[in-house]
């Protein structure tokens, strides 16, 4: 008992492999490889890359500019989870459209959202969906419980995103995926392990110490025999076929659709959005949102940060003109952003 | 008298002076409390520590305390932790109009309460009503006079290489139930504010010694903002196990569900305290025999590398920064 | 991308379920999940129960290190 992340850990320090490049594709895995300071304890030739497993980083600035829009223009109840609040749109994040009179509130989750649209029948509640497979089901689940006590004063702004498109274009950028569990635990492991077939190798893993370094370990030991493989090294939480009911819910309110990720640009079929019958619910007919391509500095280097192409340093603006404090790209935004990551640990 | 505050009752007439005399006065008894226009108080000869402080709390009454009892703290433990015995305080009040006579008894009947357990005394007071709207139902703002005890000479400047640095208890209660009262996530759990007046507890770590380099409370930043302040004041960088800092379990789990790093949680009644190494362990022990410091602990230590830092070290035993708070704490989901 | 907290059912009533992970508790939704029962262990995001987990501890690492390697 307990003794995994010493066993692990004795694994990794004594890896003398050739040079490996590991992709953490999750954000939460960024987050905790920082606070638990996993870099400074891999050998030089393992590299850890942070991937575009965000959905604050990859949300584009139109995103934010359609929120604003919302509550300055529409005088909508902007309801988010925390992380949004201080994204740059291209004029004003949430925070600073606040101090000009936008009601922006932060929630724990949608079904949260919804009731407070219950609570203030008076005021025209948007919750701003953003998030992955994991976080998609509780938008539908706020979806279902409004829908069913005949809710009429809440919508949804929806820019929720699916990985699979996303990690065949990330397919070279690494040798090794460490797959976000709790997208596995909802989404299940069949992409996964159909990318074994086009050589792509992975874990997927928790985010304890031990479940990260018991991935990585498993990671640099299957590499060196040489295969592709897919290992879930996260089975009391993550089961073969996912989660079913998520899965259903999200289908019954969801389609696919294109999407555009900050730094990556357009993604085919890398999208979520509302299907046609429930058009009441969706924020941009209800209010007829006009379209927002949403500007970005053109310094800004989060695409190539985001695709393991240069590290955060690289990028002109970093530590400069780009700092927690005053974010210019959205990975200096959030906490488990490459960028702002590298710059709170000064990696 | 009416069961609600009224413009009337600042505008400097026959209400106010009902007001002062049935609710202020009535608490706040003693000889030096005055009815002129300041309070005459007679000082010894040595240093003195002066010092103000403004409370604007939403919810005004939260489990564990109130705004009343939070003001007199605040200004007591910045006192305190200068090695000054706190003994005189003035406070002036901002009510909203329409504020609930019984609530502002209340919040007067706390002060006195914590006045007396820290031993000092309300001298001069001032009260302004607002109109409704114009401000957040009670502003309260204390200033406190101390006397310097003989030998104390403590800075947020004087942390040197070697000393160890203690914290008197549990950290992030405040900022947790806070959170909690304002009951805006839908959590519950059993944690109440850990606002408290720390003199005593001051007075009985300079009954151990006084070559007690810092001593700072804790309040809204939590205990991670003034590490990184004292590790900037005095060039050193301060090295934290992360396993010894205690935190209780309720806050853990609310922690746990917002993804709040509890070291940026506001503490309103935690001292943190830097001294040489052989010092230490004494006292922690004086500490863990007072009140509302019985959970003191070694967190960590000061070093010469990395001067302005603040390094963690992890369950993993590898040395990462502790990240810097980013104003306002934001509950994150990702 | 998913900050997920392993929590316990203390209640359930229809699709809601007040889950205790360290002392804090919180109504969530447990539609997602069937024969939830009190005393069960779950994964929490967003508001959501979004897996049945057997425990909270981590002992399961120890088992996959040890089949693997």
Known sequence: MGNAKEKALEIIRAYDGPHIRMMEVCGTHTHELFRLGVRKILPPQVELISGPGCPVCVTGPGFIDEAVWLALEKGAAICTFGDLVRVPGS?????????????????????????????HPDEEVVFLSVG???????????????????????????????????????????????????????????????????????????????????AIAISLKKYGEGKPFFVNAYPRVVKDEGNPQAQAIVDKYMEACDSE?????????????????????????????????????PACRCGDVLQGRCRPVDCPLFGKACTPLKPVGACMVSGEGACSAYYQYNE | MNDRVTLAHGAGGRQTAELIDKVFKAHFSNPQFTSDDAAVLQMQSGKLAFTTDGFIVSPPFFPGGNIGK?????????????????????????????????????????????????????????????????????????????????????????????????????????????????DEFGIDADVTSDCAPLWANVKAMMDVTNDIHVIRDATRGGVGTVLYEIAEQSQVGIRLDTQSIPVQDGVKGVCGMLGLEPLYLACEGRLVIFALADKADALVEALRGCENSENAAIIGEVTSDLPGHVILRTEIGAQTMLSRPTGELLPRIC | MCVGLPARVMKIDGGRAVVDASGAQKEISSELLSDLEPGDYVMVHAGIAIAKIGSDDMSESDQILDSLL
């Open chain 2, 70 to 182: 939070l003001s007199i703290c605040g200004t007591v433990n910045d006192l305190s932790c200068m090695g000054a015995k706190p003994l005189y305080l003035s406070c002036a009040f901002v009510i909203e109009e329409g504020f609930e006579m019984a609530k502002l008894e209340e919040i007067a009947a706390a002060m006195e309460e914590t006045a007396a357990k820290a031993g000092v005394r309300i001298v001069a007071g001032d009260t302004k009503v607002a109109g409704k709207g114009q401000v957040d139902q009670l502003f309260i703002t204390t200033t406190g006079i101390g006397q310097i005890q003989e030998g104390m000479d403590t800075s947020g400047a004087y942390a040197k290489p070697g000393d160890k640095v203690i914290v008197s208890g549990d950290i992030g209660r405040h900022g947790c139930t806070i959170l909690l009262a304002r």
């Open chain 1, 261 to 297: 990720w900050r730094g990556l640009g357009l993604i085919p079929g890398s999208g979520m959005k509302l299907r046609d019958e429930y058009a009441a619910f969706d924020a941009r007919k209800k209010f007829q949102v006009p379209p927002m391509k949403g500007r970005t500095n």
């Open chain 1, 132 to 214: 992955f497979e994991t976080t998609t089901p509780s938008s539908c689940v706020a979806l279902k419980s409004a829908q069913e006590s005949g809710l009429k004063n809440f919508s949804l702004l929806v820019s929720n995103k699916t990985m699979p498109q996303a990690y065949k274009m990330l397919k070279g950028s690494a040798d090794i995926f460490l797959y976000p569990g709790h997208v596995n635990a909802i989404a299940g492991n069949e992409v996964c392990k159909s990318l074994v077939s086009q050589g792509v190798s992975g874990v997927v893993t928790g985010f304890t110490a031990a479940e990260i370094l018991t």
């Open chain 1, 91 to 119: 004029e004003d994040s949430l925070a600073s459209a606040r101090a000009k009179g936008a009601k922006v509130k932060v929630v724990y989750s949608p079904p949260d959202a919804a009731d407070y649209a219950a609570d």
